[in-house]
């Protein structure tokens, strides 16, 4: 969605601004940009294509500069286009700007501005901002009071970070999207997200909407931006984070995605270990409620629909799971003893910030799971539990689903006063994913992703726990391998998509012991129809032409089961050819609606 750096300090800019894209490339990646200033002038370097594409081209780091800024796009106004890349300057190249978000009022403004004189080089909305600001100095204002001033004028979301190439200042602004403020004994950071400065510094403040920075060389002010545009300023605490830098490379392995499969022996044992008096709190809420609602997008609600099972099994709670984007039409059920509960790798998905805005307006209370600790979801909540997962890079989401799931079987078991219990089964799973994630299990499954590379369409099904999972692992297949792959509950399938099946379509049927009889008969109904049936499950059938085993761990199946599947997806993408951590069209933390 958009990865926007700035540097000021007294080290070389351009290493760090090209070392910051590199970490957040998986924001976006269809052009890229950078601007140093130097000696009051500017030079910016952009074009279309991946970030290593275009440094080979036009070499982001051969100048040398103590003050950068750099953005990695993934396209929302404006097509993809070298003119459209950022960062875009107003007409005099004294204002520089980077930005993540929408402005939805841009063409009113623009508009406008143009017909005050201002010449526009781009499609983008992102150029209003520039020029707004090059229009409030001339009437007087100053760079900060222009800026503060432009925030409250545009609408919609935006993470900016704004050059003045005359007063070597860089100003940084929070609207709605993320951005950070890195502190180091030799310069400061802004970014959309902390390890695109972790190599550098683990200090970090985390920034709130209609919060405004201003850096030079001599330090950082910090400034609220109340509705009337008025500047006040404001003291911050410095957090250090515990993210390792490491945790950020991608290391020997290939991907980001393969580590971070790989890394879910970890993740799951650091996701439980978690404050027991927070654990409290969210089993107090859940047992006062009137209506509790899972609200999260993508694979976070593939994980609602898996705690929603477990809810409803281990405590005999029901619970509604929503598509973030869809909950506004749920508002007229909700009140004040209603729960909400978010769920996001980010806390950054629009969809879902939406959703708990509009639930908090109606009196409901926000308890969330959420990765990446300072994020908005974690301010705009009343509680909530950090998944312990590191950062995840790979836009395709895998360890933080792991966690998630690992959350809300502690949550649930908490209820149902089996806590311990619950805790002892998730420790035992971590002996059971470092042998589903073996060198020869991963093996197996690149075979079996060798016999799907050419096929064009592939179906899953399951049940129960595992009918979420059947939807998280199509999900997997279809974003990054680009094979149409669609789950279906066992029971459905005789309710119309068996006409699907034919000589030859593959099917994966994951069948646990609480399913064995009825999806094993619904895969038999698929070998029937002379489909090819890769079974993965605790025990073989003949019905299998295919056999992944997964071993039976009841309420945990769906991390069990869920391994393989992200590695065939992961395999079918390298085997056809795609890059898994940057998948087309994608982007991590979708900050638009
Ligand atoms: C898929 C994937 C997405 C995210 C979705 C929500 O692999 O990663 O579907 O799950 O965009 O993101 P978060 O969890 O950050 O809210």
């Known amino acids: 969605m958009c990865g926007i750096i700035g540097f000021i300090g007294n080290k070389n800019a351009s290493e760090i601004i090209y070392n910051g894209l590199k970490h957040l490339e998986y924001r976006g990646y269809d052009s890229v940009g950078v601007a140093y200033i130097k000696s009051k002038d500017v030079v910016i370097k952009k074009d279309v294509g991946k970030l290593n594409e275009v440094n080979s081209k036009l070499n982001f780091l051969d100048v040398k500069s103590n003050i950068g800024l750099g953005h990695c796009r993934w396209a929302t106004t404006g097509a993809v286009t070298k003119e459209n890349a950022h960062p875009h300057t107003d007409c005099n190249n004294i204002i ?23 010449n526009f080089r781009s499609d983008t909305d992102t150029e209003v901002f520039s020029h707004l600001i090059e229009q409030k100095m001339k009437e007087g204002k100053s760079f900060e009071e222009a800026c503060s001033i432009a925030s409250r004028i545009i609408q919609g979301t935006a993470a900016l970070v704004i050059a003045n190439t005359e007063e070597e200042k860089l100003i940084g602004i929070k609207i709605g999207s993320p951005l950070v ?98 654990l409290e709190k969210f089993s107090e809420k859940i047992l006062k409620s009137d209506k509790i609602f899972f609200v999260a997008s993508g694979t976070s609600y593939h994980a609602s629909l898996v705690g929603s099972y477990l809810m409803n099994k281990i405590c005999g709670i029901s619970t509604i799971p929503i598509i973030a984007s869809e909950f506004s039409h749920y508002i007229n059920s909700i009140n004040d003893k209603t729960l909400i509960i978010a769920i996001s790798q980010s806390g950054e998905t629009y969809d879902v910030l939406e959703a708990v805005r509009l639930a908090k307006n109606k009196g409901a209370k926000i308890f969330s799971i959420v990765n990446v600790n300072g994020s908005t979801l974690t301010w705009e909540s009343d509680d909530y539990l950090l998944m312990n997962c590191g950062p995840e890079i790979g836009v395709a989401a895998t360890k933080t689903y792991s ?66 999972t059947a939807m998280e692992g199509a999900l997997k297949i279809k974003e990054i391998s680009y094979i149409h792959a669609e789950a279906f509950a066992g029971g459905e399938l005789k309710h119309g998509t068996l006409s699907l099946i034919e000589d030859g379509v593959p099917v994966i049927a994951l069948i646990d012991e609480a399913t064995k009889d009825s999806t094993l008969s619904n895969a038999r109904e698929v070998k029937a129809r002379k489909g090819i049936v890769i079974g993965v499950s605790p025990f073989h059938d003949e019905a299998f032409d295919f056999w992944i085993k997964v071993p039976e761990c009841n309420n945990l199946n769906p991390i069990a089961f869920i391994i393989p599947l992200q590695l065939l997806a992961y395999y079918l993408a390298v085997l056809r050819g795609f890059d898994p951590d940057k998948p087309r069209n994608l982007s991590k933390s979708i900050t638009v609606k």
């Not at 403020?181 to 902390?194: N, W």
């Not at 006063?417 to 073996?438: A, C, H, V």
């Open 403 to 468: 966690a998630e799931i690992v959350l809300l079987e502690l949550i649930a078991c908490f209820v149902a006063k089996k806590f311990e219990e619950g805790k002892m089964k998730i420790n035992y799973l971590r002996n059971i994913i470092y042998n589903l994630t073996s060198e020869s299990s991963r093996n197996a499954i690149k075979d079996i992703a060798k016999f799907l590379r050419d096929k064009s369409n592939l179906f899953l099904i399951g049940r129960g726990l595992l009918y979420p």
């Open 181 to 278: 403020l890195g502190v180091s004994d030799f310069g400061y950071f802004l970014a959309s997200d902390i390890p695109a400065f972790l190599n550098y510094t683990k200090k970090v403040i985390f920034l709130k909407d209609f919060e405004m920075v201003v850096l030079d060389k001599s330090g950082y002010r910090i400034y609220t931006i109340d509705e009337s545009a008025k500047m006040h300023e404001t003291e911050k605490k410095v957090y250090t984070i515990d993210w390792d830098a490491e945790q950020a490379e991608k290391g020997s392995f290939d991907h980001f995605m393969i580590k971070e499969i790989l890394e879910q022996v970890d993740a799951i044992s650091n996701a439980s270990i978690q404050d027991v008096k927070k």
């Open 96 to 118: 520089v700007v980077v930005h993540n978000g929408i402005i939805e009022n841009y063409l009113e403004l623009k508009n406008d501005l143009i017909k005050k004189g201002h």
